[in-house]
């Protein structure tokens, strides 16, 4: 497992999945060890997926300052590993919370992102969080499953804040709920910083206009995928943060959740395969 060090000295871990030219994946969480992310559907077999973990998750060290778990200071932190990758540019691509993450460092790195690819990405950097009523809409789309009637009051009350986040809750963040998604959902807990999470998007984190003035400039292409039973985004939601992108197209994965390569991984990596082999012959 390699590793390399961040400006402040703390010690990161990153792990290499598969083959072919480098994708840096931002995990998502927020906070979450990069374990969780697997081989994203078998989008390894494309590209040497380079997984890092996040400081104090996974194998990385917990650093002596934890207002440094804020995301924009994050930054710095990709900044490091893609220097340690002797990469002039590098393909990204943010998951969830990582999206935030993402975004962050192309709009004070531009000229380091080669292509830009953000997956069920509540845009909190752009402004844009994802509302009860989004969540609400998309959880309505459940109605059929046989796990909705008990869930969806239970649902409902955890969005008004009437109650802790709930078990029984988790289905709606999957597409399809099976054994697969049931055996992922159950790491969660075991993989993610708590504490960490809480500092990810504290006050301070997010500057929307200057993001977004900044994200103007970007001449990277982006491509923006959303799940069209998720909620968080939504898929207006991610449509209305690819608007804010100049080089940007938003596409949708029928049937699919917050973590779309395990709902259909042949449509996900397909899609994201081609966006990036486009934007690799438009270099030449």
Request: include cysteine; charge should be negative; proline fraction near 8%.
């Amino acid at each position: 497992m390699p590793t390399f060090s961040a400006p402040d000295g703390t010690r990161l871990a990153y792990h290499l999945r598969g083959a072919g030219d480098p994708l840096v994946v931002l995990p998502g969480g927020p906070m979450r060890a990069s374990a969780y992310l697997g081989n994203l559907g078998g989008l390894g077999r494309h590209r040497r997926l380079v997984l890092p973990d996040l400081r104090g998750t996974g194998e990385s060290e917990v650093p002596a300052d934890p207002a440094s778990y804020r995301c924009d200071r994050l930054v710095d932190d990709v900044e490091a590993l893609r220097r340690e990758l002797g990469l002039e540019r590098i393909d990204l691509l943010g998951h969830s919370a990582g999206g935030s993450l993402a975004m962050l460092y192309a709009a004070r790195y531009p000229d380091r992102v080669a292509r830009l690819v953000l997956v069920t990405v509540t845009p909190r950097a752009l402004g844009l969080p994802a509302t009860a009523e989004d969540r609400l809409a998309a959880a309505r789309l459940r109605a059929g499953e046989p796990w909705f009637e008990r869930a969806f009051p239970v649902f409902k009350a955890w969005l008004a804040g009437e109650r802790d986040f709930d078990d029984a809750l988790v289905p709606f963040f999957y597409g399809r709920w099976d054994a697969t998604a049931a055996a992922h959902a159950a790491r969660e807990e075991a993989e993610t910083n708590e504490e960490a999470a809480d500092v990810y998007g504290s006050e301070g984190a997010y500057d929307p206009p200057a993001t977004r003035a900044a994200l103007a400039r970007l001449t990277a292409p982006v491509l923006v995928l959303a799940g069209e039973l998720d909620g968080g985004p939504s898929p207006a939601l991610a449509r209305r943060a690819a608007a804010v992108l100049p080089h940007a197209r938003c596409v949708v994965q029928p049937g699919a959740g917050h973590y779309p390569w395990l709902d259909d991984p042949e449509w996900f990596t397909d899609r994201v395969t081609a966006f990036l082999a486009a934007g690799s012959r438009a270099d030449r």
